[in-house]
C-alpha cells in the first residue's frame, strides 16, 4: 500500500449527467464507467495504491462552447473533487480541472483550485475542442502555473477531426494527442520559459520515448534550435506508467526519462480492474533496481506532491509498512 497513483481518475455523478446531456456516453471510444469513492478505494487495495491523486478525463469542460458555463463546469467539478479529498485526505489528492481553451477563465478557476482549494495540480487536457496546450496565447495560464511552481497532468482527448473508422481513439489517437502536445511545449518554448512547472505526460508519454529524437530534428527544422536542448526538454518531462508498463515499452521509457521522472499510474476506472492488474504485474514482474522500482512506486511523486509522505504512512500503517 505505498504507491502513489498519478493517474486515477474521477466521474462524479453530476458530471455523468452533464455529459449525458450533451450527448455524450463515452470518452475516446469507452464508455464511460461507473467510478465511486470505494470503488477507488477498493482498486488501490488490490494495486497496492496508499493514495490516489483524482482527475476528470476527456471531454472535461469542452462539452460547454462558451466560457462562462465551461468555468461553472470546471468550478464545480473541482469543489467536488476537493471534499473527496477533504474527507479522506489521506487517500486523495486531485488535480484541478480548468475550462481551457477560454485562457482568462482557465488563469482564474486555476488560481482559486491552487490557492483555495489547495489542489495538487492542474490537468489540462492535450486539445480543447481543437486548440493544443502549447500554442500561441496561453502564457497568463503558464505563468500563473510557474508562479505556484505547480504539477500540470497533461492528459489525451479525441483528436480534432473525423474519427477513422475501426480505429479506437484511445487505443491509438490518445497517444498522438499527448504528443503533438509535448511537442509544442518544447517547440514553442514553454518549457524554457517556465521552468518551476512540472508536466507530466499521461501514458508513458504517449509516442515521445520513441520517437524523441525524430521529434527534435522536426523542431531543429522548424525553428533552428539544438536538437541536444530539445531533447533535454522532452527528458525532463514526467511520465506516468498507466497502460505502458510492458516489455515492449517499459525499455524505451526508461531509457529516456530522467532518473527519478516516471511515476505509478493505473488508468482506473477507465482501465478496468483486470486491465489495471495486468499493467502493475508488467510493471512489477520487470526487472529493477529496488532505487528504480521504489522511484517509480512512490518516491518520484512524493517530490511532486509532498503532503502525499503523511498520507501514504497514514494508509499503509506501521506494520504493513515494513512487509515487502
Known sequence: ??????????????????????????????????W???????????????TAILSVS??????FPEAADAAGLARDVNDH??????????????????????????????????????????VLLANNAGTYVGEDGQDDLFAALDQRSAVVFIHPAELPGPAIPGVTPWASDFLLDTTRAAYLLVRNGIRERYPNIR??????G???????????????????RNPTES??????????????????????????AKPGHITFGSDWPFAPPAVAQFFTAGLESYELDATTRDAIDRTTALTLFPRAETTVSAAVGPESRHKP
Open 81 to 122: 473533487l476537493a471534499g473527496v479529498v477533504a474527507a479522506q485526505p489521506d487517500r486523495f489528492g486531485f488535480f484541478a480541472t480548468v475550462p481551457l481553451p477560454h485562457v482568462d477563465a482557465s488563469v482564474s478557476e486555476t488560481v482559486r483550485a491552487l490557492d483555495e482549494l489547495h489542489a495538487d495540480g492542474v
Open 199 to 204: 508536466f507530466i505526460l499521461s501514458h508513458g
Open 36 to 50: 465511486s469513492v470505494d470503488g477507488s478505494l477498493q482498486t488501490m487495495a488490490d494495486l497496492g495504491v496508499g
Open 1 to 34: 500500500m505505498n504507491r502513489i497513483d498519478t493517474h486515477h481518475h474521477a466521474i462524479p455523478d453530476f458530471y455523468r449527467k452533464v455529459l449525458r446531456a450533451k450527448g455524450v456516453e463515452d470518452a475516446g471510444g469507452r464508455a464511460l464507467p461507473e
Open 231 to 256: 531533447l533535454d526538454d522532452f527528458a525532463g518531462f514526467y511520465f506516468d506508467t498507466a497502460l505502458s508498463s510492458t516489455a515492449a515499452a517499459l525499455p524505451s521509457l526508461l531509457a529516456f
Open 206 to 224: 504517449g509516442f515521445v520515448p520513441y520517437a524523441a529524437y525524430r521529434l527534435a530534428l522536426g523542431i531543429t527544422g522548424d525553428t533552428g
Open 58 to 63: 476527456a471531454p472535461g469542460t469542452t462539452v
